[in-house]
């Protein structure tokens, strides 16, 4: 009877068919469709019961191979604009591959070294890309929405301590409700842990100037001076979603000043604009933040899952996040345990792709991809308001460009069933892959680049794809 455990023997096979099938993959990927017409079907086909005896380690993943690659989306590819996700750069691939191998639990030293002695090092240098100040430190995170928490839990605690209270400590119910202000800017990343946190989700309040979310800088100041001295979060926005605006960060920072607030920064992918002399005016603030979201797996384009949280006095995240265990370092342990910075205890060793990154291009690759996205971006623009059937609906300032498909006399209920249209054509046909979101009461396409592989060719087809496609609707 087969050993039902696995071989040691295995590796060798099984590695060289993953890696013998990723290059084929990635050397075919700019040709690829983005999604296979039978990606559903694909994926549906996969469904069955849990086998009672296994097919072995080759057989299983050569199975995955061929029935399963049709189900896949090209992310990693130039035509996927959809949301803001950066593929990967064949530095990062490789480093994450390492940690995948190595399999180093990133949580304590004495787990892992190297795993800890390389975040730290990223940290800093990403504060030194970031253009942070330094002594601000940080700690990486599966994503954004877990760095919007840590940074927002950091708030949390800040707050509590100014009304007497260690909310880490004694809960939340020892303390007065937390007001936490933003503008329609915005983002579910950093509304949904307001709900882990206990703050809630109807606790944010948005100040908004018009219908298009930007910041009532005003009537912000108004709702501070009601506090009459309380604490407060402000969530500034370093990178719209549907367009690419920012909040004023600078304004944000002065008023966090004046009226006692801690200042929490959601730059997702906004805040790579820092990187270059192109756009860091469109950041300007941010480096006044007590805490700072990023994402490197947008535009920094490492693999999933990558997020950074930035604060400026690390100290409140130990307060939130340290672990007690009998069997755990002391607190007080003279080496790095980064699981008492954030809320996983386990931790990939996510800094191996990084640092992979950040050592085979640099500074300047870095620079340079963004420049490079930020003319990609106006030369995006510029065709869609040279294209008579279609609208620009906001500047394009960064990365996105937020658009529709315009046809004179038609109402806005047909024109946003129309361009709801165009986009589920759009994915349907697999070419590129933009998806549409709700702008200024309207249905509008946004699609974002941040791939290191995005061409003007690939910009210039998802122009001619969204004309062609629009030019067949009927709605």
Known sequence: MKDALPSVGEFKEVLELVRSESVRYLDNLDERLVREPNAAETAEALIEPLPEVGSGASA???????????ATVTSAGPRFFHYVIGGQTPAAL????????????????VSSPLGIQLEQIVIE??????????????????GATMANFCGLAA?????????????AQAGLAACAPIPIFSSGYVHAAAVKPMAMLGLGRDAVRRFERDDSGK????????????????PAILIGNAGDVNT??????????????????????????????????????LADGCERAHSLTVDAHKWMNVPYDCGISFVRDPVMLAKNFTLFA?????????????????????????AFAIWGTLKAYGREG???MVEKHLELTRRLARGVEEAPELELLAPAQLNIVCFRLNAPGRSPEELDALNTELGEAILTDGRVFAGTTRYRGMTALRPAIVNWRTREKDVDLLLSVVRELGATLKV
Not at 155 to 167: A, H, L, N, S
Not at 215 to 230: I, Q, T, W
Request: charge should be negative; charged fraction near 25%.
């Open 215 to 230: 910041l009532d800088v005003e009537a912000l100041e108004s709702a501070l001076k009601e506090l009459n001295g309380a």
């Open 244 to 281: 690419g605006d920012f909040d004023p960060i600078s304004a944000m920072a002065d008023l966090a000043e004046r009226y006692g607030c801690w200042l929490h920064v959601d730059g997702a992918f906004g805040l790579f604009a820092r990187t270059s002399p192109e756009s860091i005016a």
């Open 155 to 167: 708030g949390r605690q800040w707050c509590g301590e100014r009304m007497g209270v260690d909310i």
């Open 60 to 70: 299983a993943l050569s199975e995955l191979i061929e029935r399963g690659m049709d």
């Open 94 to 109: 490789g480093a994450d591959w390492l940690a995948s191998a190595l399999d180093q639990c990133a949580g304590t030293w």
């Open 125 to 142: 240098w990403l504060r030194d890309l970031f253009v942070l100040p330094e002594g601000m430190g940080g700690v990486l995170t599966s």
């Open 326 to 350: 009998d069997y755990l370092p002391a607190p007080n342990d003279p080496h790095p345990m980064l699981s008492n910075l954030c809320a996983e205890s386990s931790r990939r060793a996510r």
């Open 366 to 368: 870095i620079r340079v």
